[in-house]
C-alpha cells in the first residue's frame, strides 16, 4: 500500500514537472477563436469578466505580499468588480506598485502561461494556476467571491487530475488565450469610463496621487502592457 501510494505521487510528480507533447495548429487557432468569442459579445463577457476580475485583484494581493503590505483580503462582486485591502505605508513604491498590478496582471499572467505551454509544461501550468487559486481561496471575504474562486479552482483540478492529456491541452490554451486577449479590453473600458466622467476612484486615478504623474499616462501603461503580453504570448502559442 505505501510502495503503490509512493509510486502515485512519484507518477504525479513527474507530470507535474515534465513535459508534454504540443497540441495540433488546428487546437491551438480553435482556443483562440473559443477565448475571443468569450471577450468580444458584450453578454458573454458580462459573465466571463469575472475570470479577469480573479487575475486583477490577485495582481493586487501578490504584489501586495511582495512589497511587504499586509494583505487583510479579497472581495469579488456579482457585476464583476473587486476589491483588494491591504495594509502598510500608503505612500512610496511598495502601494504604487500594488496598484499598478491590477490591470497588468491577467495579461502578465497570460504572457507567463504562454512561456509555460510553449515549453510543453501544460500540467504544471495547471497544477500553478490550482494553487493560485487556491490561495486566493484562503484571502477572500465575501460568499460571492468564496463561490466563484471554488468554481474556478474546482475546474482547474478536476481538469489537470482527470482529464486526458488533450482535454488539458485545450483547457490551458483556452485559459491563456483568454488571459491575453480578456487583459486588453479592461483598460479600453477604463478608457471609455474615464471619457465620461466615471470611474473617479480608478487604479489609474490612484496612481496619478500617489506619482503626480497623469492618470491617462497610467491608462497608456496599461495598454501598453496588455498589447504587447497579447502579441508576444500569442506568438508563443502560435509556435507549435
Not at 464583476?80 to 499598478?100: F, N, Q
Not at 497544477?127 to 487559486?133: D, F, K, P, S, Y
Request: hydrophobic share 50%; glycine share 12%; proline share 3%.
Amino acid at each position: 500500500m505505501h510502495t503503490s501510494a509512493s509510486a502515485s505521487l512519484s507518477d504525479l510528480w513527474d507530470r507535474v514537472v515534465g513535459t508534454q507533447a504540443a497540441p495540433d495548429r488546428w487546437l491551438v487557432i480553435a482556443t483562440a477563436v473559443a477565448a475571443l468569442a468569450a471577450v468580444l459579445p458584450h453578454r458573454v463577457w458580462r459573465v466571463a469578466r469575472n475570470a479577469v476580475t480573479i487575475a486583477h485583484e490577485g495582481g493586487h494581493g501578490l504584489v501586495a505580499l511582495v512589497t511587504g503590505r499586509r494583505l487583510d483580503g479579497i472581495r469579488l462582486h456579482s457585476d464583476t468588480s473587486g476589491l483588494t485591502v491591504s495594509r502598510g505605508k500608503p505612500t512610496g513604491l511598495g502601494m504604487i506598485l500594488t496598484a499598478a498590478a491590477g490591470y497588468t496582471a491577467p495579461p502578465l499572467l497570460g504572457l507567463g502561461g504562454a512561456a509555460l505551454l510553449s515549453a510543453g509544461h501544460i500540467t504544471a501550468f495547471l497544477w500553478l494556476a490550482t494553487a493560485l487559486l487556491a490561495a486566493m481561496l484562503v484571502m477572500t471575504r465575501n460568499a460571492y467571491g468564496a463561490l466563484t474562486m471554488v468554481l474556478a479552482g474546482g475546474a482547474f483540478l478536476v481538469v489537470s487530475w482527470l482529464a486526458s492529456t488533450d482535454v488539458q491541452a485545450a483547457f490551458a490554451y483556452t485559459v491563456v488565450w483568454f488571459l491575453l486577449l480578456g487583459g486588453v479590453r479592461p483598460a479600453f473600458e477604463l478608457q471609455t469610463k474615464r471619457r465620461h466622467g466615471g470611474a473617479g476612484d480608478s487604479d489609474a486615478d490612484q496612481l496619478s496621487r500617489l506619482t503626480h504623474v497623469p492618470a491617462g499616462m497610467w491608462l497608456f501603461l496599461f495598454h501598453v502592457v496588455s498589447l504587447c503580453s497579447l502579441i508576444g504570448g500569442g506568438r508563443w502559442l502560435l509556435t507549435v
